[in-house]
């Protein structure tokens, strides 16, 4: 007669599950809370206290931890003297497990969970079962997933799983009991306020395959982190439109990332992760206006991000173009319909109100680079006068706002606004005056009375020289180069005010 162990946190189809190992003559043997759950439905199940002869202790601290227990878990079936000493020590081999775990991830969700409450939901005899199970899986079905019920009991039906089969549930058991236990590690590193530890685990869980990646010939799948919460693509909900591709994800991040720097309406629009418009306003209809008009060229094919609820106004500009993704906070009915008529435009609602992404991951090679998050900023406290003239107040607007938005650009970058509104956005270049010439290009003749912000220092006074000669009035940037003087003296010549910020926004 093979003999099955039930021991589950989480009950979901166990019952039918038990029953159809009943039906196939399964001896079944079970912990507590389970085995009440099983014998009130009628199956015949026994108390892994009745197999181990020795009863639950300590709240249930220690139940299947035994020898009884793990001999016959891990006792390899083609090995004699495995099984020889199973009969010596009157030890029943077991041949499937489900088994799941304490909710630890759901405890430490809780608001206002005590330490106690955590420790107490660290699962520590079923992980054990699992592994014991998982490494023997030769002889042992291993079952973590109440999805994995249905499938299995069919099989079993028809006779015994294959060996592949069986690998492939161990493996899925490794994956869960190591991503059960990097969750441990992560509470326990932030309870000690431990950074750079010796080793990292990162946990991730996967949202969705993707049908390719950045290129087509690339395979690619959308994982999220397994604890922390708030503003993410990967919790947004999607309202309309076809699922969300490699490229989408990395450009509404962006986009969102951006559009989480302001209170007020706001409104980005996203290229290949970097801004080619962003606007604010006192309407979230008046920032997409200004968004759009930042670059109604580059717009096309973008993704846009709004800190408001879209509506009717709004969404009658968006729909006149065409646009990948639009994500905000929520959209109107009036909205919703307008909207919902272009077949290819994905709508995703999510507030863009909190960040706790507690570290930015980038992956190099062979190994990974953790840093903070650049959530660095100013205000007009910060800010150092450099050149004889102070900023306007008109002007010392347009710096901040341009500030905000060269954070999210890709370095070298240089960002030129003026009246709430980027006109010129230099990305990604190899040297610092090439952006600002992008970025002045852009502008063309609106550059004069405009402001310029770069995302790091001026190793020379060329980068002001070209402001100065577009009618740029106005410059914010770190300071702090060998040669700030030549710049300040170029500012000065022409009545420029110029601020440093102590602080860089490099984006790689
Ligand atoms: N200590 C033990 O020996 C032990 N054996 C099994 N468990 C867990 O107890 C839970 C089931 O308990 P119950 O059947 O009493 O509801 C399962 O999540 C299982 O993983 C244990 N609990 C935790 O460590």
Partial sequence: MPRALISVSDKTGIIPFAKG?????????????????LQEAGIPAVAVSEVTKFDEIMDGRVKTLHPAIHGGLLARRDDESHMQQLKERDITPIDLVAVNLYPFKNTIEKTGVTEADAIENIDIGGPTMLRSAAKNFAGVTVLVDPDDYDTTLSALQQGELSYEAKRRLAGKVFRHTANYDAMIAAYFAELNEEQDTETMTLTYEKV????????????????????????????????????????????????????????????????HMNPCGVGI????????????????????????????????????????????????????EEAMALLTEKKNIRLLELAADKIQQPKKVVSVSGGLLVQDYDIGTVTEADLTVATDRKPTEEELKNLLFAWKVVKHVKSNAIVVAKDDQTIGVGAGQM?????????LEQAGENAAGAVLASDAFFPMPDTVEAAVKAGVTAIIQPGGSKRDEDSVAVCNAHNIAMVYTDMRHFKH
């Fill in 281 to 332: 306003g006192e309407t979230i209809s008046s920032a997409f206006h200004k968004a759009f008009e930042a670059d109604p060229t580059s717009i096309f094919g973008g993704i846009v991000a709004l800190n408001r609820e879209v509506d009717r106004d709004t969404a009658l500009q968006l729909k006149e173009i065409f646009l990948e993704i639009v994500i905000a906070p929520g959209f109107t």
């Fill in 208 to 271: 969705q395959s993707l049908r390719y990646g950045e290129n087509p010939h690339q395979k690619a799948a959308f994982y999220k982190d397994a604890i922390v919460k708030g503003a993410s693509i990967a919790n947004a909900k999607q309202l309309h439109g076809k699922e969300l591709s490699y490229n989408n994800i990395q450009d509404a991040n962006a986009a969102l990332e951006i559009v989480m720097e302001f209170q007020e309406p706001a409104a980005v629009a996203v290229k």
């Fill in 431 to 439: 040297n610092r005056v090439g952006a600002a010439k992008i970025a």
């Fill in 21 to 37: 190992l009943a039906a196939l003559d399964y001896e079944i043997i079970s912990t507590g809370g389970t085995l009440k759950q």
